[in-house]
């Protein structure tokens, strides 16, 4: 079920010549190999309201990656994510989940601190995942961050509480569309230290969790500092391994 | 192959002429069209879930009316040629398609239509949804008729001489399911808590689903419809393979979460001893783990 493309854009044209353009002005996308980057996603989703896509970085990415966005073409919210990666922890993966209306190109972006653009990209059908209603159970607070390690702490796994309204989805009570309602940034330091800053959106699931796969353990503590298009602020500390899969409450 | 075409280019002169649905008589006065093992894109897939009607002495109750409008107008034509009683209850176990499309083939005979009290949200929710994905089986959305009578917990309907009994269930298969006891026959038509031999799919809550298993299990009905599979007599029997499929799910990926194993390799692992004992397991498996771990993952 799970591959990943190898052509640097298996759908030219269409949504993507819009954004491209308006992201990334007459800018040139470099000719990447799979060991610079790569985007795994399922070729047809068993899932579309929780899809998982990873960003696979090779060794030639280390340290070398100042920006990725990530899109997916055919969404209404084509821009999934805008990721600003730190550059002292040496990261090779990260995961997200994400909703595919559907079928589309998902693709990743790359700025390198060196100006250049490189561009890697993964095919996904799948059909309603925008405007699917809310699956997980309903227990649990707005907010409420878990954090899960694995992998001697080379993994870690972030999650936030919320339900990431996307606009399209239907409220049962009135027949009308849920207005959007999204975790629209997360800062995550490790050890003091920034590791990822990530601005997201519609096309984020359900209680947005990403996954961050380093080569070295994650430097604790790691910290999270969120916050969603409503305002509501959030923010959890995990001090490793003691606090294996321990929640720590957000605040308003 | 002509008539085919005039059907697809006059869908509702066709439907007049409807031929007959199938039905078994499986118990006195209650009879079941077994639905096809086939998957929701597939052709033939508004007619795979078990639909029928049970006949009383003054009415007659339909227990859901498959997954177009056409096939509620053959069923319609089923009841027609076994009773000329009027249908006075339309009752859908639950939400989804393959049970509640053809629910406006009965609106002439101006019935009850009765589900959970979730059901009636559940469609409104829904009723974009079907009317985009499913344009062959409903035409507009005024063809998706929700209910007028709600279930909260229980109630029972009278069809003259003999009572159903419908019984509503917290988040299970989905939100809105809901059961339906023909107590003079002992009859238990339990919509899709039950799958015998197609794969159970998820759309609710894995807990809640084995517990409502837990609660039908203390039920001993002599017949019982499944939604999906054949009629069995022996309930204790018909849920234990589905009971075995939902623990091996529910325990699977606990351990993938206490692992720290992301989703996508809980959808790939997970559930995989169970693929010889299903029908159209690799349809919903994945989709099914994948509902099992976002629910379990905040536990």
């Not at chain 1, 052509?7 to 993507?16: I, R």
């Not at chain 1, 994400?98 to 190109?105: H, Q």
């Not at chain 1, 009570?173 to 959007?180: A, E, H, L, Q, R």
């Not at chain 2, 007959?20 to 209650?30: I, M, N, S, T």
Request: aromatic share 6%; charged share 20%; with cysteine.
């Amino acid at each position: 079920m799970a591959g990943s493309a190898s052509a640097a854009d298996p759908a030219p044209g269409g949504a993507w010549q819009l954004l491209s353009g308006h992201y990334y002005p007459n800018r040139e996308f470099g000719e990447v190999d799979e060991g610079f980057m790569h985007v795994e996603a399922p070729m047809s989703t068993p899932d579309p309201a929780a899809t998982p896509v990873s960003l696979h970085f090779g060794d030639a990415a280390r340290g070398r990656i100042k920006q990725v966005r990530l899109f997916i073409d055919n969404n209404p919210s084509p821009v999934v994510a805008t990721l600003d990666v730190g550059t002292a922890q040496p990261i090779s993966e990260i995961d997200f989940r994400v909703r595919v209306d559907r079928a589309t190109a998902v693709r990743a972006v790359a700025e390198t601190t060196d100006g250049k653009l490189e561009m890697r990209s993964a095919w996904v059908r799948a059909e309603g995942g925008c405007s699917a209603p809310p699956a997980a159970s309903g227990e649990g607070k707005v907010g409420d961050v878990r954090f899960r390690s694995a992998d001697e702490g080379k993994s870690l796994q972030v999650g936030i509480r919320h339900p990431n309204y996307s606009g399209f989805q239907i409220d049962p009570k009135t027949g009308d569309p849920i207005p959007p309602h999204y975790v629209a940034h997360m800062k995550l330091t490790a050890g003091g230290k920034p590791l990822v800053e990530i601005e997201s959106g519609i096309s984020i699931s359900e209680n947005p969790t990403f996954r961050i796969v380093s080569d070295a353990p994650i430097a604790t503590p790691v910290t999270l500092e969120a916050s969603d298009s409503k305002d509501a602020h959030f923010s959890a500390t995990w001090n490793g391994a003691a606090d294996r899969a321990v929640a720590a409450a957000g605040t308003h | 192959m002509v008539r085919r075409v005039a059907c697809a280019l006059a869908l509702a002169s066709c439907a007049a002429t409807a031929a007959p649905l199938k039905v078994d008589e499986v118990a006195r006065g209650v009879f079941v069209h077994q639905g096809a093992t086939l998957v929701l894109d597939a052709p033939g897939h508004d007619d795979i879930a078990n639909i029928g009607f049970v006949v009383g002495q003054r009415c007659v109750a339909v227990i859901d009316t498959g997954g177009s409008v056409r096939t509620g107008r053959a069923l319609r034509e089923s009841i027609s040629a076994h009773t000329k009683l009027p249908v006075c209850y339309v009752i859908n176990t639950h939400v989804h398609v393959d049970h509640v499309l053809g629910n406006a083939a009965f609106k002439d005979d101006k019935p009850a239509f009765v589900g959970s009290a979730a059901l009636g949200p559940a469609i409104e929710a829904s009723r974009r949804y079907f009317v985009e994905h499913y344009p062959d089986d409903v035409e507009t959305s005024a063809q998706i008729v929700g209910p007028d009578t709600a279930v909260a917990t229980t109630r029972e309907l009278d069809l003259g001489g003999r009572t159903l009994t419908l019984r509503a269930f917290p988040k299970a298969h989905t939100d809105s399911d809901m059961t339906v006891f023909v107590g003079d026959v002992g009859l238990l038509w339990t919509g899709d808590l039950l799958f015998i031999g197609r794969v159970p799919a998820l759309d609710g809550s894995a807990k809640g689903w084995l517990a409502a298993i837990d609660e039908l299990a203390k039920t001993h009905p002599k017949f019982v419809v499944p939604g999906h599979g054949p009629v069995s007599h022996d309930l204790a029997a018909a849920l234990a393979p589905e009971r075995r499929y939902l623990e091996t799910l529910v325990e699977g990926v606990r351990k993938e979460i206490a692992d720290g194993k992301p989703i996508e390799d809980a959808t790939a692992h997970v559930g995989q001893s169970e693929k010889a004992n299903w029908q159209l397991f690799d349809t919903a498996n994945a989709h099914n783990v994948s509902l099992v771990y976002r629910e379990l993952e905040w536990e």
